[in-house]
């Protein structure tokens, strides 16, 4: 599975971002989804993923209510709106997909994902 990850850029504080991650592949919907991000310096953290079998989204507390990640596997994209963004929502975010039709048991943990897109860039001004 290759991933691509998209839509990041400036934003001022309290706007909105729609990130999305092309996956390669016929079997896109047979992989749970995550997003995760990482400022310089500080570990790679998780934001949401959504499940392959049921759709089943999970969120940090961070970001909970804000963001919303959805995927549409006829077009073998995820996404993540991203509102009333925050200047620490500044980070690279990376899309990440797991193992072929394994179960989602720890959805925030890194270990859980076996693909990674290259990152994109949101920065959040004050």
């Known amino acids: 599975v290759q991933l691509q990850a998209s839509g990041g850029g400036l934003v001022q504080a309290g706007g909105s971002l729609r990130l999305s991650c092309a996956a390669s592949?016929?079997?896109?919907?047979?992989?749970?989804m995550g997003w995760f991000r990482q400022v310089p310096g500080k570990e790679r953290e998780f934001v949401a993923a959504i499940s392959w079998s049921s759709g089943s989204t999970y969120y940090a507390d961070s970001v909970k209510g804000r963001f919303t990640v959805s995927r549409d596997n006829a077009k073998n994209t995820v996404y993540m709106q991203m509102n009333s963004l925050k200047p620490e929502d500044t980070a690279v975010y990376y899309c990440?997909?797991?193992?072929?039709?394994?179960?989602?048991?720890?959805?925030?943990?890194?270990?859980?994902?076996?693909?990674w897109g290259q990152g994109t860039q949101v920065t959040v001004s004050s």
């Open positions: 990440a997909a797991g193992r072929y039709r394994a179960p989602l048991r720890t959805p925030w943990g890194p270990n859980e994902y076996d693909y």
């Open positions: 592949g016929r079997t896109f919907s047979n992989y749970h």
